[in-house]
């Protein structure tokens, strides 16, 4: 065999090497998968469940934080409760600085837009403990005669209890009592006492 005849023999021999050995590359269409559709399904899922786990654990986070805030103000209410140097009709009472008084108009007995936020103030503090019975005492100035500030008193005193009455107290809580004008809070004899003597005062009976 001549050495040209030779080197074509090996030509025809690698070329089909090369030919069996790079067969044709066949492209195949994935198929989607029930596994592949189910995918997003379940991570939506999973992410719904950690959030409604989240939204729990925040809503208990706050109810315990409301928790705490009213017993705080349950011991701050107790802590404010000071007796008063004469009995009640009932027998010991007590004052709170927390229980704010409201005033009226001289010869008057309608709530006013200002004492009316002072009643809701004094309304919170008593839902926030339930177990605190008040009265109410009705005031009034020195001038008219004992009887007819007797009546107003009472009548300004009734005009409190009706307005926590409304926003939400029960009225067995709540008693009032008139003294007139037989306990003026400032014994000066001008409009500026006056002023002051002419309100409802709030005493607590139980805690």
Known sequence: MSKKSLVMLVLVLCLGLVITGCPKKTVLKEEPSVKKAEEPVAERE????????RAARE??????????????????????LV???????????????MLKDIH???DKYDIRPGDAEVLKENASLLMKNPGVKIQIEGHCDE??????????GERRANSARRYLISLGLTGDRISTISY?????????????????????HFIVLSK
């Open 104 to 106: 009226f108009d001289f």
């Open 59 to 80: 809503k208990e986070l706050a109810r315990i934080r409301e928790e705490e805030a009213k017993r705080a103000k349950e011991k701050e209410f107790e802590k404010s």
């Open 180 to 200: 007139g004008k037989e306990k003026p809070l400032d014994p000066g004899h001008n409009e500026e006492a006056w002023a002051k003597n002419r309100r409802d």
């Open 143 to 152: 001038r008219g005669t004992v009887e007819y500030n007797l009546a107003l």
């Open 46 to 53: 999973k992410a719904a469940k950690a959030e409604e786990e």
């Open 83 to 97: 007796a008063k140097k004469e009995p009640g009709i009932t027998g010991e009472v007590f004052e709170s600085k």
